[in-house]
């Protein structure tokens, strides 16, 4: 048995036991609660059933700033404004601007926005002066450094947004009366951008539904194309049970990128990190206070949530660099449909 079962089952048993007893008192002696947890556990059954006896995870995504906003903005820049420097270095020179941060807090910064290499800061900085439309003589003599280096390169690069975009579903469990809902996820590569909704199916069908109905008008409202589509290779994405989505992207001339979504940092595994945090940060917690009426219920509710996410939530990457997707769209518009080199 589950320690998430162990934890319901007890409150369960307070509930029970104080009505058998006709004494909460003597009920909460025995099981070890307090009439305060008593009372609170009793809400919770009557609003939403079982559902509201679970505790939430303390477990929290490494998606929030371990320092604050202001140290992460300056470790960035440095990276930047001094892509040879390495993290002993950018460590000295802030501690010289009386910024105390060790060399380790450094690289954490950096891991968080792909930066632990010299070449991906040059390729950070190379995406900022894109976006910001303009190259000074010391900028230009290290995107020099960065095409003189091994072109090799394992990981996905995004050249604009829309270039590359990922595709994934999440197993949100078994929500009374509803069944089993999914939570489906497109995330833009480049500005991180995320188009969400909750769905009763997984299958082929309704990922290609999904794409179909939710996010091609949200793209072709905003004049962006979308290239390729990265997927893992689930059923409903790859094989033989995939064929409306395969379909589907071949009627909209989509490239189809499959792999394992979290082998890979800068674009991979950006839908996924989406999902635990907004099931984090949004389903648990709304599960747990809310009885479930309907999926209509369920998204009007995620919508206003996934709006503020887009609109001000800070984002580590080597394309965001701790801006809000939306701020990375405005700022890049101009690369959209572009050649960027």
């Known amino acids: 048995m589950s320690a998430k079962n162990n934890e319901i089952r007890s ?3 307070l509930l029970q036991l104080a009505t058998e007893l006709g004494s909460i008192s003597k009920a909460c002696e025995i099981m070890g609660y307090s009439r305060d947890s008593y009372y609170r556990f009793k809400k919770q059954y009557e609003t939403v059933g079982e559902r509201g006896l679970k505790n939430l995870s303390r477990k929290k995504p490494a998606m929030k700033n371990r320092v604050s906003q202001e140290v992460e903005d ?3 820049e440095i990276a930047l404004d001094y892509p040879n420097y390495g993290q002993a270095k950018v460590a000295e020179l802030l501690g010289a601007r009386g910024c105390s941060i060790s ?3 450094v690289r954490t910064i950096w891991l968080r926005h792909n930066l ?4 991906n800061r040059l390729l950070a900085l190379h995406n900022k002066l894109k976006q910001n439309q303009k190259f000074a003589p010391l900028d230009q003599q290290h995107i020099e450094q960065l095409y003189k280096q091994d072109p090799n390169d394992p990981n996905i690069e995004c050249l604009y947004p829309g270039d590359i975009c990922v595709q994934d579903t999440f197993d949100l469990g078994v929500i009374s009366p509803l069944g089993r809902l999914y939570l489906h996820t497109f995330v833009d ?6 188009i969400s909704t909750v769905m009763t199916d997984n299958s082929s069908a309704s990922v290609a539904q999904f794409l179909r109905e939710v996010v091609l008008p949200w793209y072709r409202e905003n004049s962006i194309n979308i290239n390729s589509i990265l997927t893992d290779r689930g059923p409903e ?7 409306e989505f395969s379909q589907f992207l ?3 001339q989509i490239n189809h990128i499959q792999m394992r979504a979290y082998n890979g940092p800068v674009v991979n595994g950006l839908a996924a990190r989406f999902q635990t945090f907004a099931n984090s940060e949004f389903f648990e917690p709304y599960f747990k206070a809310n009885k479930v009426e309907s999926l209509a219920q369920i998204n009007h509710q995620f ?9 001000h939530q800070s984002l580590s990457g080597r394309y965001t660099l701790g801006k809000t997707a939306a701020e990375v769209l405005s700022v890049s518009r101009h690369l959209i449909g572009a050649d960027n080199d």
């Open 116 to 119: 632990e290499t010299k070449k």
């Open 74 to 76: 300056q470790v960035i």
């Open 189 to 194: 590569g480049y500005s991180q951008y995320a």
């Open 303 to 311: 919508s206003a949530w996934q709006a503020d996410y887009n609109q």
């Open 237 to 243: 994405f790859s094989g033989k049970k995939s064929q």
């Open 103 to 105: 060399a380790s807090g």
């Open 250 to 252: 071949s009627e909209q």
């Open 11 to 13: 409150k369960l048993a």
